[in-house]
């Protein structure tokens, strides 16, 4: 049968009708964007004092935090285990803390299914402290005062920063689910 009119659902809404995601970019966007997030530190960047924050682990925050569900509690293990690799922390650092976060959101997840932002900014604010001041005391240096407050500003915007990274995964979520394929 031959259409009447080549441009009848050629509109905003029409193009989208009988696609379905890809599976394939549905799964690999959340692992990709983490693993990429532990690997940006690396880069060089000139500062006498640590400024970058943790984004491998802020990325896993912001997934679990703006997609509950979205990735399973055993994330941690492999997730810690690659940013072990890069990061310069003890070994095995990462993969305790990041499966003991994701333990602990499931945990409160549990207790508050309902939540607004600033519940979830105050909860990631309260893990990324704990994490760079976890750190801080199992880097192997002697904890000191001067040394505490070389991690306060590290520390200030990887809290002020978490915001951007919730926007940036609301963003990569609707990349993950765009139709791609024709069903």
């Not at 890809?22 to 532990?38: D, E, F, K, Q, Y």
């Not at 690396?42 to 703006?66: D, N």
């Not at 994490?131 to 801080?136: R, V």
């Amino acid at each position: 049968m031959e259409r009447m009119e080549p441009r009848a659902r050629s509109d905003a809404y029409g193009s989208r009708i009988n696609r379905s995601h890809s599976p394939l970019v549905a799964n690999i966007v959340p692992w990709l964007s983490i693993l990429l997030g532990s690997l940006l530190p690396v880069f060089p960047i000139a500062a006498a004092l640590p400024m970058v924050p943790p984004l491998g682990f802020l990325m896993l925050l912001g997934w679990r935090l703006v997609r509950p569900g979205l990735l399973p509690v055993w994330a941690g293990f492999p997730l810690g285990l690659f940013d072990d690799l890069f990061s310069g922390q003890p070994f095995g650092f990462a993969i305790l803390f990041w499966s003991a976060t994701l333990l602990a959101i499931e945990f409160v997840e549990m207790r508050l299914p309902w939540r607004a932002f600033w519940q979830d900014w105050f909860t990631a604010g309260i893990l990324v402290a704990a994490y760079i001041l976890g750190g801080w005391m199992l880097s192997g240096a002697t904890p000191t005062l001067p040394s505490f407050v070389a991690l306060v500003p590290q520390l200030v915007f990887s809290i002020l920063v978490f915001p951007i990274i919730a926007r940036f995964i609301a963003r990569l979520d609707r990349l993950r689910l765009r139709r791609w394929k024709r069903v």
